[in-house]
T-cell receptor, first 114, second 116 residues
Framework: AQSVAQPEDQVNVAEGNPLTVKCTYS??????LFWYVQYPNRGLQFLLK??????LVKGSYGFEAEFNKSQTSFHLKKPSALVSDSALYFC????????????FGTGTRLTVIP | DTEVTQTPKHLVMGMTNKKSLKCEQH?????MYWYKQKAKKPPELMFV???????INESVPSRFSPECPNSSLLNLHLHALQPEDSALYLC???????????????FGPGTRLTVL
């Protein structure tokens, strides 16, 4: 069975500081991992994905994520947070076997404080 | 054209009404999705179309009826909805059909549905 956990409902960080939004996953086969961001009353925007290859993935708006197979984690990071990064962030996973559904985590609300 | 469009942006309907939500993409994507999202919750998958054929129906009540007239268009027909169906309805598309597991999904802005 596939599942995703985002252990923090809320993350607060000061503007200019590094940010981390945590995600752990569970899949039967090899994982395909995604991060999406959602601004109020909007659809989800794709940030980045891990399929294979380099464990460090770089994405849109200066975000990056590190795939860690031993810890089954895919944490989202940014070196210097902006107030405009404040939004709801979803981690999602799909594996290479079984149902082709994309499983979303429960989301983490990021607030960047000026 | 790299976006998914959805109409209407907002919809208010009574429990006896019939209405439709529309989704369109011109990126040549062959998989299209309907999701339902409640406030502060993740999207819940409702339906998946792959190459214009329904491939996944997540046990959605029959008062929701999807339709895929062509590869660019996806509709969701609504009839006899309940107040608890009020939510943001999101459409998404991805490049390949069911086999495209590594493909990211592109989401539309959603339709905010209120059922009175």
């Amino acid at each position: 069975a596939q599942s995703v956990a985002q252990p923090e409902d809320q993350v607060n960080v000061a503007e200019g500081n590094p940010l981390t939004v945590k995600c752990t996953y569970s899949v039967s086969g090899n994982p395909y991992l995604f991060w999406y961001v959602q601004y109020p009353n909007r659809g989800l925007q794709f940030l980045l994905k891990y399929i294979t290859g380099d464990n460090l993935v770089k994405g849109s708006y200066g975000f990056e994520a590190e795939f860690n197979k031993s810890q089954t984690s895919f944490h989202l990071k940014k070196p210097s947070a902006l107030v405009s990064d404040s939004a709801l962030y979803f981690c999602a996973v799909r594996d290479n076997t079984g149902a082709n559904n994309l499983f979303f985590g429960t989301g983490t609300r990021l607030t960047v404080i000026p | 054209d790299t976006e998914v469009t959805q109409t209407p942006k907002h919809l208010v309907m009574g429990m006896t009404n019939k209405k439709s939500l529309k989704c369109e993409q011109h990126m040549g994507h062959r998989a299209m999705y309907w999701y339902k999202q409640k406030a502060k919750k993740p999207p819940e998958l409702m339906f998946v179309y792959s190459y214009e054929k329904l491939s996944i129906n997540e046990s959605v009540p029959s008062r929701f009826s999807p339709e895929c007239p062509n590869s660019s268009l996806l509709n969701l027909h609504l009839h006899a909805l309940q107040p608890e169906d009020s939510a943001l309805y999101l459409c998404a598309s991805s490049l390949k059909g069911a086999g495209g597991r590594g493909d990211e999904q592109f989401f539309g802005p959603g339709t905010r549905l209120t059922v009175l």
